[in-house]
């Protein structure tokens, strides 16, 4: 066997240069949230196993295929987090975060993990920045979140996505539709393993990626025929206030969502560059789940978990990737040992000035030392060799027009700073 470890199968590194996207996705998205007050939160990597099994569903996917499940040392079901809304909604209960000011609004950026098949866009450990704002129930809000989400991809510079929105109703309108959906489902000629999950959750059949299951279910009934009165308000509401806000949407009364836990709006954004792979982000509201997860008051809640890995890939596959961030501005090149050592100390002074600096180090010469600046973004680079040193001079290279100037080592911090506007 090969010495050389590899990371497990479907878990992504991010590394200089993409990792500058990486953390220009991260940060623009949270930047949206921050923007519409939204506080940071940051939650358990793993959890009691039972929170996610209650909290997204049993017959989910997710669930039941695709959690990273084992025991710890003491002998407890733990899980790694395969989504944040459950674990958000367990730290709003146990810290008593519903009897303060409401609704209560977190952001979260962070790993998740799915057992699922790696392939180009999805992997198994995944990351997501995600929101939730808990404890009103308002169609203005859930029109903010969206827009948040689209805020974000806009910032990023996307445009070749698409949102799609529909209602997946309230209690009052369920049952009715579950009812109309088996009718239609069991005079289908199903397997027995669907045929279950008709009786289980009908719903999810239409999630069947299948082709022959897809053709069957072509004509069922669609839910957002079957809104109560109140459902089909606050959805035409939430509508009214994207149009408000600017934002785009089609409507797609087939999307299903792969958790359990969505009543009334419900949301994707799709993008189009990127194959079989396309969800962006999604999310929702999720009325029930406080209750469900053992909540005294059941308070609603809404939110979104945007891909942070896709939406890279969207940003290459529209060719807005390769954020070029300057590694430093300012890159020091000594020739000789007392070159070096000066400057050792010159780069300390400026960086605790606030700039950032880097060094030639391994004693190159000067050649592969100035190319090495170039590679690093600099802006200046300062050249320090034994004759300049022994004048208390240095060379300093404006690298994005090549004039070059001495300045007195005594002054450095304060003239680097000055050049640097
Ligand atoms: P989700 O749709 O399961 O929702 O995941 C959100 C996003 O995470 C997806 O749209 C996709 O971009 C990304 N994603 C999911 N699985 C993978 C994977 N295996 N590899 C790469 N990216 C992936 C949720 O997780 C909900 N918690 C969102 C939410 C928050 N709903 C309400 N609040």
Not at 57 to 67: A, F, L, P, Q
Not at 232 to 239: C, G, I, N, T
Not at 398 to 421: A, C, F, K, M, Y
Request: one cysteine or more; a negative charge.
């Amino acid at each position: 066997m090969s010495g050389a470890f590899q990371a497990p199968r479907g878990i992504p590194d991010y590394f200089p240069p993409n990792s500058a996207d990486f953390r220009k996705v991260r940060d623009t998205l949270t930047d949206a949230a921050r923007r519409a007050g939204y506080g940071h939160i940051e939650l358990p990597i793993f959890e009691d196993t039972a929170l996610f099994a209650r909290g997204v569903g049993e017959s989910t996917d997710v669930v039941s295929k695709e959690m990273y499940t084992f025991n710890d040392r003491g002998d407890r079901s733990v899980t790694l987090r395969p989504e944040g809304t459950a674990g958000v909604v367990r730290a709003v209960i146990q810290h008593g975060l519903d009897r303060g000011q409401l609704p209560v609004k977190v952001c979260y950026a962070g790993p998740f993990f799915r057992y699922e098949k790696p392939q180009t866009g999805r992997y198994r450990q995944l990351q997501q920045v995600g929101v939730e704002a808990i404890g009103v129930d308002d169609p203005a809000l859930d029109a903010e979140v969206v827009a948040v989400a689209d805020e974000g991809y806009k910032r990023l510079g996307l445009s070749g996505y698409r949102l799609e929105i529909t209602s997946l109703g309230d209690d009052a309108s369920r049952p009715r539709y579950r009812e109309a959906l088996q009718d239609f489902l069991f005079k289908l000629d199903l397997d027995e393993a669907t045929r279950k999950r008709a009786e289980i959750n009908p719903l999810r059949v239409l999630d069947d990626k299948r082709p022959e299951i897809k053709e069957a279910t072509a004509n069922a009934p669609l839910l957002i025929d079957y809104l109560s009165d109140e459902a089909k308000a606050h959805f035409d509401l939430v509508l009214a206030n994207l149009d408000r806000l600017g934002v785009a949407y089609e409507i797609n009364p087939r999307l299903v969502r792969g958790l359990d836990y969505y009543t009334k709006t419900t949301f994707e954004f799709v993008h189009d560059g990127l194959g079989a792979q396309s969800g962006i982000g999604g999310g929702g509201r999720y009325d029930g789940l406080m209750r469900q997860l053992g909540a005294k008051q059941d308070l609603s809640g809404i939110g979104f978990g945007i891909g942070v890995d896709r939406t890279m890939l969207a940003l290459e596959a529209e060719g807005v990737a390769g954020t070029q961030a300057a590694r430093c501005q300012v890159f020091g090149v000594p020739l000789g040992a007392d070159a070096k050592a000066e400057l050792v100390g010159v780069a300390g002074a400026l960086r605790a000035a606030g700039l950032s600096v880097d060094l030639a180090y391994g004693d190159r010469g000067l050649k592969g030392a100035m190319k090495a600046a170039d590679r690093s973004g600099a802006r200046l680079a300062l050249v320090l060799g034994e004759n300049e040193l022994a004048e208390r001079q240095v060379e300093v290279k404006d690298l994005s027009n090549g004039e070059q100037h001495r300045i007195s080592l005594d002054d450095v911090v304060v003239e680097v700073t000055r050049l640097l506007g």
